[in-house]
DNA sequence: CGACCGCTTGATCATAATCAAATTTTGTGG
DNA sequence: CCACAAAATTTGATTATGATCAAGCGGTCG
């Protein structure tokens, strides 16, 4: 299944700690991640400041709250996930990440980073600094409007969240993620109805505001109406227009 | 037709019912909006963008949801809270404005404004065309810049309260929004412990996601403690200590 | 191999939702 | 400005959802 992820360019590559030539531009995710926006000659200009970064282990961090923001990130191949601590020490999640999905941008308003980054499995992550990118941004209108698109798709799907979290069931919840994590998964090629979810329990539960224990009911009883079939952290979708009609047809 | 404003009538709407090309600079608020980022000259250029809207009343809309997304706006008096529909036809409250703070970032990323906007009393709105404003980014580093902040901010408040909707009681949650419009109060030179509530509980209860008897309840419980005073609209702070214990001094 | 971790399931409890009704405030037309 | 209707708020009683407490299972990794 990770196999599909496979890089366009060979082992070497990636680790190689600078800027590519060509990378940007070959990349099979670009349409989702920057480039998208750009022309040609621009993509080069982007490329000359991307790091792409070598592969990372799970439980490896990006970066961690309270640090210096320097760059935003893109996914190139595995998941991350962003989390903060409150100030009772419990952690909240605030994000999932897959491949082609850019993050980081917490930390934009106050120069230091609100969240810690943390890799879900193995994964390689391009790593953009944003002085430069504020720089390119000024000469690139089109990039300087992809920017904001990009903080402004961060606002959105908070504001998403937001309303799952205070008007929806605990069955809600989880069918909407489910269906969002479907949905990404066919925006980059893969299965939409057999996910691997890269996730814990744990972190499912922290994300939708519910405990492990409550998240394990819901499964197993989507399971038992046969909506769903899970098994460890492979989720197969039985029936997307029952999972569909559980959120109520949410657009999240 | 004139629950909307400014953009009914182009540019000769800059030199209007104020009468004073000479708004953002001499703005009490500035220190709060944009120009706070901006050289005097820059300012001039920002200015000669801005349109100052007349007053509206108190349920005026300023934006729809489903819109097209043509400017942000900032609250140069009175008050403003966004809301969304969900898919249900229930609404979601997404935020609270205050003079001198900046909406309707949501519309960034689809180009179409995701919430409403709607005056809770009557309140004079600046509206700034984000297409202008683009371009003068491009222009202005430092307002490319205090765009992305201004982006960044709305993400920040967004993550914390995912948070607090998924983490906290009711009576956290409370406590928490009392001391955030406390903070922001205080903040444009109004009394951080006498705030008149310009939401109804019901807005209260749908923003923090609970019952607007759940609201009425808590009020009655922090009344009865003597943590605050509540009269109808009216609140103040008796024991701003004790509101900081019950959110567990959170930063909200 | 064994301790630990992640997950599941069960029993009980607590918080906030829901249902219901009284009361206050607000808005409107005369 | 008042009277009345409508809307907002408060309070109470009951219920439901999900949290908490507890226990057991299965896999993994040192």
Do not use: W
């Amino acid at each position: 299944m990770n196999s599909k992820f496979a890089s366009d360019k060979p082992a070497d590559n990636l680790s190689c700690h600078h800027g590519n030539r060509g990378s940007c531009s070959t990349c099979r995710l670009a349409e989702l991640c920057i480039p998208i926006a750009l022309k040609i000659e621009d993509i080069n200009k982007l490329e000359s400041i991307v790091h792409r970064g070598r592969p990372i282990k799970k439980g490896d961090h990006i970066y961690r709250e309270d640090e210096e923001f320097k760059s935003i990130y893109a996914v190139r191949l595995g998941s991350v996930k962003t989390y903060l601590m409150t100030n009772d020490g419990r952690e909240q999640v605030t994000g999932f990440y897959m491949a082609g999905e850019v993050f980081g941008m917490d930390g934009v308003a106050s120069g230091i980073h609100e969240t810690s980054a943390v890799a879900m499995e193995t994964s390689a992550i391009c790593a953009i600094p944003f002085e430069r990118l504020e720089e390119l941004g000024t000469l690139i209108p089109s990039l300087q409007r992809h920017m904001f698109k990009l903080l402004g798709q961060e606002i959105t799907e908070d504001q998403k969240l937001i309303t799952l979290l205070s008007k929806n069931s605990a069955d809600e919840r989880l069918a909407a993620l489910f269906l969002s994590l479907s949905q990404r998964c066919k925006a980059i090629g893969l299965s939409p109805d057999n996910i691997i979810l890269p996730m814990s329990r744990s972190d499912i539960g922290n994300y939708l505001g519910l405990t492990v224990e409550t998240v394990s009911r819901v499964l197993s009883r989507m399971q038992k109406k046969e909506v769903i079939r899970i098994d460890n952290k492979e989720l197969s979708i039985l029936d997307m227009d029952a999972l569909r009609a559980i959120t109520n047809y949410s657009d999240y």
